[in-house]
C-alpha cells in the first residue's frame, strides 16, 4: 500500500487549488486533524456578526469531491464558548483513505476540505511536510503556499509557533534588519489585534486573523494536521511558572496560559484532552498534548511537549556555561539542577516516561520525534580558530556579536569556542538542559530507527547525534532542523558577515570543536519547511526554501538528505 494513492491529481486539483479565500460565514476556512486509522477531526468556524447564540451546523464525509459516495454525516453546534468554532471527531472511518468534507450553516456551504486517515499493515511510502514558526506581520506565507501546491501529502506536521503573540512592531522583532529598514514587516498593518495579546478575547482574535490566509488556508483544506504548541502560542521563551515576554503587569501567567491553551484548542483541529484516553499521570494535567500517531508498518510519529508539559525556567548564560565546565560529555553534570536540588527537566518524568515506552514498543520500522527545540549540542563558534572566515569577517563578526549581546561579550564567546563549550545562545534549547538532553540521547539509542524533527530556530540544520560514553560515542539519530515559515532567522541579526560565511562558521566549528555531536548542514538566510519522504529502506529529508516573503514572486531550492535505515546519520544527496 502506497500512501500518496487515493485518489487523482485531477480530483484534487478541482477541490483544492480551484478554491480562494473562503467566504462568509465559512471565513476561516476548513480544517482537519489527528488522523488515526478510523477517525480524523473536522474542524470549521461560523462567522455571523452580533451572533450571541450558538449556531447550528451540519456537517457531511464522503469518498469523493462531489458527495455522491457519502459515508458519514451529522449535526454539530457552533458555540458562542468557543468562539463559534465546530469541531468534530468523525469515527467509523476506514484506514488510509482519502475522505471528503465539508460544514453547512446558515444557509450556506463551506469549502470543501481533503484528509485521510492513518494506514494499517504494509506501508510502502510516507510523505510529510513539517512546519514553524510563522509570524504573520514579518512575511507573507509563500511557504504554505508552496507547500499547497504538492499533491502527494499523507499529513502536515507543525512544530509550534503556529501564531505570536506580538503587537505589531515589538517584541523581539524590531531586528537589527528592521531597526535599519534593511527588511520590511510586509503586513504589520494588517496584525489584529493592535497590542501583544494577553486575554482570552485576543488569543482568539489573532487565531482568527491567521485562518483567514488564503494560503494558510489551502493547506489546512488539503491534508489533515498535527499540531503540537511551542512558545509563542502563549509567549515567547515560556516555561511551566512564566515566560521571557511576561511580566507582573500583565496580570497572572496561569491565567494568561490558560487563555492561550484554550484558543490553541479552539482554532486548531486537535482531538481535545476529554477525548483522549491520557493524561499526565503525574500532574493530572488535561491539557497534555504529547501523543503518538502511528503509519502501518513503515513509521510512528511521537510528538513530545518540550515547552508546556514541565519544562523548568531556563537558565542564565553564566549558569549554561558552569554546567558544563569540568563535566563529561555524558555528565553527569552537577551544577544542573533546580534549587530544591533536582535535576532540571525538559519534558518531566511522567513524558519520559511515557516517551520511553512509545519508542521500545514500536514495532515500526521508523520512529519519527516531533520536537520543538534543537536537540544537537550547540557550541560557540570558533571565530579566532576558523580557517573558514577572513581576517576582515572574523573583525565584522566580533563587532557584531559585541553590539547585539554587549561590550566584551565577543570575547568571551571566543574562549568558549575554543573551549567547546556552549553557546550562550542556547539556553532554551536542549543544550540548555544538559541532565535531560543525555537522558533523551539514551532513549533515543534504544529505538531502531529514529530520526528527530525540530522547529523554533527560524534557520535549517541537519546534525548527527551521539550517545556519549567514557570509552568514545555511538551514532543515535539524525537531526533536522527546519526553518520558519516567516520569522526572521540569523541573516537580519548578523548584518554584513554574508550567511554562507555564517553557516560554514557553524559547521566548522562543529566540526573541529564539539565532543558530542556533529552539525553537517545549516543554512542561515532562507525561508521554507521540511518534506520527510519515508521508505521501507531509507527516509529522505530535503530543507525547501523560498527565496522570498517579502512579496508574492519567489523562486524554490532545496537541500536533501538521506538516512538509509538503520545508521542513525544522515548524509547529503546532491539534489
Keep these: 500500500m502506497t500512501l500518496a494513492a487515493g485518489v487523482t491529481a485531477i480530483s484534487i486539483t478541482l477541490a483544492v487549488e480551484g478554491a480562494e479565500a473562503a467566504t462568509a460565514p465559512f471565513l476561516h476556512g476548513v480544517a482537519s486533524g489527528d488522523p488515526l486509522s478510523d477517525r480524523v477531526i473536522i474542524w470549521t468556524r461560523v462567522t455571523k456578526p452580533g451572533a450571541t447564540a450558538d449556531i447550528a451546523v451540519n456537517w457531511i464525509v464522503a469518498e469523493d469531491e462531489a458527495f455522491t459516495r457519502v459515508v458519514r454525516s451529522g449535526k454539530a453546534v457552533a458555540r458562542v464558548g468557543r468562539d463559534h468554532t465546530v469541531k468534530v471527531d468523525v469515527t467509523q472511518l476506514s484506514p488510509g483513505v482519502v475522505y471528503y468534507y465539508r460544514f453547512e450553516a446558515e444557509r450556506a456551504l463551506s469549502p470543501v476540505g481533503r484528509t485521510k486517515t492513518l494506514p494499517v499493515g504494509k506501508v510502502d511510502r510516507l510523505m510529510l511536510a513539517v512546519f514553524s514558526c510563522s509570524n504573520y506581520e514579518l512575511g507573507f506565507f509563500n511557504v504554505y503556499k508552496e507547500a499547497a501546491k504538492r499533491r502527494d501529502l499523507d499529513a502536515v506536521l ?169 563535566a563529561p560529555p555524558d555528565g553527569p553534570f552537577p551544577k544542573d539542577v533546580r534549587e530544591d536540588g533536582k535535576r532540571r527537566t525538559l519534558m518531566g518524568d511522567a513524558q519520559a516516561a511515557w516517551f520511553g515506552e512509545q519508542i521500545v514498543t514500536s514495532t515500526q520500522a521508523w520512529q519519527l ?52 563549550l556552549p553557546t550562550p545562545l542556547a539556553a532554551d534549547a536542549w543544550t540548555g538542559y544538559p541532565t535531560a538532553r543525555v537522558k533523551m540521547l539514551k532513549t533515543l539509542a534504544k529505538a531502531k530507527s529514529p530520526i528527530v524533527l525540530t522547529g523554533d530556530s527560524h534557520n535549517a540544520w541537519t546534525a548527527n547525534l551521539v550517545l556519549p560514553s567514557g570509552t568514545g560515542s555511538r551514532p543515535v539519530a539524525p537531526e533536522f532542523g527546519g526553518t520558519s515559515v516567516s520569522s526572521p532567522g540569523m541573516e537580519q541579526y548578523l548584518l554584513g558577515v554574508p550567511p554562507t560565511a555564517t553557516a560554514a562558521l557553524q559547521v566548522d566549528s562543529s566540526a573541529r570543536k564539539s565532543p558530542v555531536d556533529k552539525l553537517i548542514y545549516t543554512e542561515q538566510s532562507r525561508r521554507g519547511f521540511m518534506l520527510v519522504d519515508v521508505r521501507p529502506t531509507y527516509a529522505d529529508v530535503v530543507h525547501v526554501f523560498v527565496s522570498n516573503v517579502f512579496g508574492p514572486d519567489y523562486t524554490v531550492e532545496n537541500k536533501r538528505f538521506r538516512v538509509p535505515l538503520g545508521s542513525r546519520q544522515a548524509i547529503p544527496l546532491s539534489s
Design 158 to 326: 507543525h512544530l509550534g509557533d503556529y501564531i505570536y503573540e506580538y503587537g505589531p512592531g515589538t517584541g523581539g522583532y524590531t531586528t537589527p534588519a528592521t531597526g535599519l529598514g534593511l527588511a520590511p514587516k510586509p503586513r504589520d498593518a494588517d496584525l489584529q489585534p493592535r497590542e501583544e495579546i494577553i486575554r482570552l478575547d485576543q488569543y482568539r482574535a489573532r487565531h482568527a486573523l491567521y485562518k483567514t490566509d488564503p494560503h494558510l488556508q489551502k493547506l489546512h483544506a488539503l491534508a489533515p494536521f498535527i499540531n503540537i504548541w511551542d512558545d509563542h502560542e502563549v509567549a515567547n521563551d515560556a516555561w511551566t511558572g512564566g515566560a521571557e515576554n511576561h511580566n507582573a503587569g500583565e496580570g497572572s501567567w496561569s491565567v494568561r496560559k490558560q487563555h492561550g491553551v484554550r484558543a490553541f484548542y479552539e482554532w486548531l483541529p486537535i482531538r481535545e484532552p476529554a477525548d483522549r484516553e491520557r493524561v499526565d499521570p503525574a500532574t493530572g494535567n488535561p491539557d497534555a498534548l504529547y501523543r503518538t500517531f502511528d503509519f502501518g508498518d513503515l513509521a510512528r510519529l511521537v510528538m513530545i511537549d518540550t515547552r508546556e508539559a514541565a519544562r523548568d525556567q531556563q537558565l542564565s548564560s553564566a549558569a549554561l556555561v558552569a554546567a558544563y565546565v569540568g
Design 369 to 420: 520525534i516531533g520536537n520543538q527545540v534543537l536537540m544537537f549540542y550547540q557550541n560557540a563558534p570558533d571565530i579566532a580558530g576558523s580557517p573558514v572566515l577572513s581576517p576582515a569577517q572574523k573583525t565584522s563578526y566580533n563587532a557584531l556579536l559585541d553590539q547585539l549581546l554587549g561590550a566584551g561579550q565577543s570575547e568571551q564567546i571566543a574562549q568558549l569556542g575554543a573551549a567547546g
